[in-house]
Nanobody, 123 residues
């Protein structure tokens, strides 16, 4: 049974930086994994994903140039470095893993999800 656990969230002023991490435990196979977020009253949206093992990345337009997704394959850890944070980045951030051969942000492609971690950006 795979478990994904996020860490590193918190509160920051606009313009600041945070890094969130997601650690996978248990037998873990994936073709790619991703960060999603959900703000109050809004639908969950994909933020970024990275493929395994080659590390190809894809970002939502809203975070391109500010966020960086990366992975440590040996330790099964996924990172999201968030710079130049904006109040609209405030959300619960989730990591998710997929074994699908086709990459994308459709939630149904992801079989494993973390519990989520709060990121709050104050203006």
């Amino acid at each position: 049974q795979v478990q994904l656990e996020e860490s590193g969230g918190g509160s920051v002023q606009a313009g600041g930086s945070l890094r969130v991490s997601c650690t996978a435990s248990g037998y873990f196979r994936r073709t790619y994994w991703a960060w999603f977020r959900q703000a109050p009253g809004k639908e969950r949206e994909g933020v970024a994903y990275v493929t395994t093992p080659y590390g190809s990345t894809f970002y939502a337009d809203s975070v391109k140039g500010r966020f960086t997704i990366s992975q440590d394959n040996a330790k099964n850890i996924l990172y999201l470095q968030m710079n130049s944070l904006k109040p609209e980045d405030t959300a619960t951030y989730y990591c998710a893993a997929s074994q699908s051969a086709v990459h994308g942000f459709e939630a149904w492609r992801y079989g494993n999800w973390g519990q989520g971690i709060q990121v709050t950006v104050a203006s």
